[in-house]
């Protein structure tokens, strides 16, 4: 070989040798890019550039609608096709709108299009709200009112309820205001969710369909114990004290009215003394003159549903009942079908499970018109011309929810085919569906469906890219074990470290919520894991999450499993998983942890107490400690009362297992916790320092049961570093 050629190779060499210096990094960072908490977090400064690409959408009539921050567009259902109907600046300058005059709008992502056959558009800020005709381009109306708690405003009167200093006020569309109270205070609330909002109520008012009467609650707390929270901000802390009623002891009445714009006066329903009942889902008839209510006993486990007489308060009817020997939970009112007034849809899990019953006005059961061993979630709306339910529904499987129509014959079809969790948005008239669905390697997929075809064929809308595309991705896996009955399939979801070797022995953490009303596995993206668990993994934990019997959508016997004796069942199902655990070499059983939150705390110190030899390392935040503080509503449902369940009370009580405790556990509450008041975590300090055990803890100055913005943040790293510190390393 001549020098030359050499020459040549070397230097080509060296030119590849530069190459590869130049361009590694960048590819290297392009694979390798690492999460913080303020990506993953969504208190965190970056967390909404990670999260999946969405479209804000709402329906004008059947027509499609797309609202973002400065433009609205009209999309044809068919092609997708976008044609911009106005704009942000549009709005202002047809309703001359300007800061002094409040009108100002900031955003169309919140815009309504509440006439079906009208071209008006509802939008709005803190202080106004108005009617915008953008055909004719100018503002037809506004509200008299802005800024008020529980504001409910009604299309067909345009009038609105809301409440100002603790009284309850009707302003009608003309923008005279009717006071409704006059003896609301702290201790009398008018117009706001009751009953801790529980049995599925969220808000305290409630129009009949043309607007001119407005049921409402009263609810009267002055006989409730105070729970003493204090502000400690002030230069003296200051007072503020919560109504809250334990299991077992004085809880608050409730009362519903019912105002008429029209007579402008008020009556009350007879529905006799409410001491130790509850008054739920209050549903109206199509022609606004009865209105009716799921009355439930103190004991949860007698529902009767009522009519009564809308004009005159008076009782008309019982026209169904349901009892238990544990509990009956009505949670979704009765809905009338919209082709034929004299006939309602009601929803029960009396046969086992969630489904959906056909009755008429007299209270006869006509039909079930759905039925099997899976649960309908959601009625979503009706379709009038073909006289069918739209529902949502895990039929094809308990991870994956699914849209359906179901018609009067109980002939049920699957409006979509993708496997994953959908939510749909209907149409008003029924004709048109806004599938909006996720599966575990797509993050968001929005599609749009005309169900009125024989086989309906989605327009797809939005395909969102991965967001976290450059960036270091666990791996995330889904399966299944037996419960501890030997029978009941429980589903899991493990989360491995990007550069995971079999090989290799990982501390493990058990991520635990197992509560009623929620579960953690699903078929959606990264099958439902949070973010915290993809930080974990990051930094070289393995985390475990498994649904056990008492929690969410797998049926009435799967959820009451638990009944007087919460966090037993759930225990046993958890050491299923720590049994499965034990079967993976990698998973280092002597390094291994536990954390939860709410009822998730409840069960991390039940795991570290009761299995002290199994948790080395545990994070409870909010944690229930025993129920006799807990609130009524929900902890006598599964509870009873301490005074008729001793046993159980005694036997889920961690006040004397403080003794047990060997592990490093940290307890974490909001110093204001208004739903696991501080004295548990109190208590259970008291007791360990009383047995001699040491756990550690830490407060939230100012903050509830959830911790609220950028202190989120704080507190998953503080979640974490207590990981580091006791588990991570071997002793």
């Not at 609202?67 to 911009?84: L, P, S, W």
């Not at 109206?284 to 529902?303: A, H, K, M, V």
């Not at 993994?537 to 799967?558: C, L």
């Amino acid at each position: 070989m001549t020098m030359k050629r050499i020459k040549v190779r070397l230097v080509n060499l060296v030119r590849l040798v530069i190459l590869a210096i130049l361009t590694a990094p960048t590819t290297m960072t392009a694979q390798d890019k690492l999460f913080t908490l303020e990506d993953l977090n969504f208190g965190g400064t970056n967390y909404r550039n990670l999260q999946p690409k969405n479209m804000w959408l709402t329906w004008w009539g059947d027509q499609l609608i797309q609202t973002d921050v400065e433009e609205c567009y009209t999309i044809d259902a068919k092609t997708g096709q976008k044609t911009r109907l106005f704009t942000l600046n549009d709005i202002n300058r047809w309703a001359e709108s300007n800061e002094e005059n409040n009108r100002y709008v900031r955003h169309l992502m919140n815009a309504t299009f509440p006439y079906p056959d009208k071209p008006l558009v509802a939008v709005g800020n803190k202080k106004a709200f108005i009617l915008v005709d953008f055909k004719e381009k100018k503002i037809v109306w506004q509200d008299s009112i802005s800024g008020q708690t529980a504001n409910d405003w009604n299309a067909q009167s345009r009038a609105t309820a809301y409440v100002e200093d603790n009284q309850l006020y009707v302003v009608d569309g003309e923008g005279k205001k009717h006071k409704l109270s006059t003896d609301g205070s702290r201790e009398i609330v008018y117009g706001q969710s009751v009953h801790r909002n529980e049995f599925g109520i969220e808000k305290g008012t409630f129009w009949s369909p043309d607007g001119q009467r407005l049921a409402f609650y009263r609810m009267d707390q002055s006989m409730v114990a105070d729970y003493p929270q204090v502000d400690i901000f002030p230069r003296e802390a200051t007072y503020e004290p919560d109504k809250y009623p334990m299991a077992g002891m004085t809880s608050h009445k409730v009362t519903v009215g019912i105002y008429d714009l029209k007579t402008d006066k008020t009556v009350y329903l007879q529905a006799g003394d409410p001491t130790d009942r509850y008054f739920t889902n209050i549903a109206w008839s199509p022609d606004g003159n009865t209105i009716y209510i799921f009355e439930l006993n103190r004991g949860q486990n007698d529902c009767h549903l009522i009519s009564y007489d809308a004009t005159t308060g008076n009782r008309i009817a019982e026209l169904y009942r349901e009892t238990s020997d544990k509990y009956v939970e009505p949670l979704h009112p009765i809905q009338f079908l919209p082709w034929d007034a004299t006939k309602f849809i009601l929803q029960s899990q009396k046969d086992g499970y969630n489904h959906l019953y056909l009755f008429d006005i007299n209270g006869k059961e006509l039909k079930q018109l759905t039925s099997g061993s899976w649960v309908v979630m959601d009625i979503l709306g009706f379709n009038k011309k073909q006289k069918s339910i739209i529902i949502k529904a895990n039929k094809e499987h308990p991870l994956h929810h699914q849209l359906y129509s179901v018609a009067m014959t109980g002939i049920i079809k699957q409006l979509e085919t993708t496997d994953g969790v959908h939510n749909g948005e209907l149409s008003p008239s029924g004709n048109f569906l806004i599938d909006r669905f996720s599966t575990p390697t797509r993050p968001r997929v929005i599609n749009v469906v005309d169900i009125t075809q024989k086989s309906p064929r989605p327009t797809t809308l939005l395909e969102a890219k991965d967001p976290w595309a450059g960036y270091r991705q666990p791996i995330f896996e889904c399966g299944s074990i037996k419960a501890a009955d030997g029978t009941t399939d429980l589903f899991y979801r493990i989360v491995k470290p990007a550069d995971f070797n079999p090989e290799k022995k990982y501390p493990t953490v058990v991520y635990v919520y197992g509560g009623p009303h929620a579960n953690n596995v699903q078929a959606s993206w990264h099958w439902a894991s949070r973010t915290w668990e993809t930080y974990m993994a990051q930094k070289g934990y393995i985390v475990f999450i498994i649904d056990n019997r008492g929690s969410q959508y797998r049926g009435r016997d799967f959820e009451q499993a638990t009944f007087h004796q919460l966090g037993q069942i759930e225990m046993q199902d958890q050491m299923k998983g720590v049994d499965y655990l034990r079967t993976l070499p990698y998973v280092d059983m002597n390094r291994l942890g536990v954390h939860g939150w709410s009822f998730g705390g409840f069960m991390t110190i039940s795991l570290m107490t009761n299995y002290p030899d199994v948790f080395k390392v545990g994070v409870a935040g909010g944690p229930v400690i025993d129920w006799k503080w807990y609130e009524v509503m929900y902890g006598e449902r599964y509870m009873g009362t301490p005074q008729n369940n001793p046993e159980g009370y005694e036997k889920t009580s961690l006040i004397s297992k403080a003794k047990n405790l060997k592990g490093k556990l940290q307890i974490i509450t909001g110093y204001n916790d208004n739903t696991v008041v501080p004295q548990h975590c109190l208590s259970f300090l008291d007791a360990c320092i009383k047995a001699g055990t040491q756990p550690d803890f830490f407060a939230y100055p100012g903050e509830e049961h959830n911790m609220r913005g950028h202190a989120s943040v704080h507190l998953h790293e503080r979640i974490t570093q207590y990981f580091e510190d006791y588990l991570k390393v071997k002793k």
